[in-house]
């Protein structure tokens, strides 16, 4: 399994950045995916999660301003992150959990929120 993200890049407060995360080597229908981040001295922690139904949940902090959403044709996962904030700033990382609790991870992307 294979998870290749994308999207990351410099932002100014209130900008946006949509990250995306192709995965190849896997049945991607059938398989949860979710975001993850880690800033500098801190822990990595979740920041959105869909699953093969659909269903998402979010960390409150990002509520109401990320999206994630899944195009099963494309083998994708997206982050769309809005009004984007410094706090924001991190290693974001793309994760597959298949039915049978494989966790699969893929390289990060850096996002930099900042004037």
């Known amino acids: 399994v294979q998870l290749q993200a994308s999207g990351g890049g410099l932002v100014q407060p209130g900008g946006s950045l949509r990250l995306s995360c192709t995965a190849s080597g896997s049945i991607f229908s059938i398989n949860a995916m979710g975001w993850y981040r880690q800033a500098p001295g801190t822990q990595r922690e979740l920041v959105a999660h869909?699953?093969?139904?659909?269903?998402?949940n979010y960390a409150d902090s990002v509520k109401g301003r990320f999206t994630i959403s899944r195009d099963n044709a494309k083998n994708t996962v997206y982050l769309q992150m809005n009004s984007l904030k410094p706090e924001d700033t991190a290693v974001y990382y793309c994760n597959q959990e298949t039915p049978w609790r494989e966790d699969y991870w893929g390289k990060g992307t850096q996002v930099t929120v900042s004037s």
């Open positions: 869909i699953t093969s139904g659909g269903s998402t």
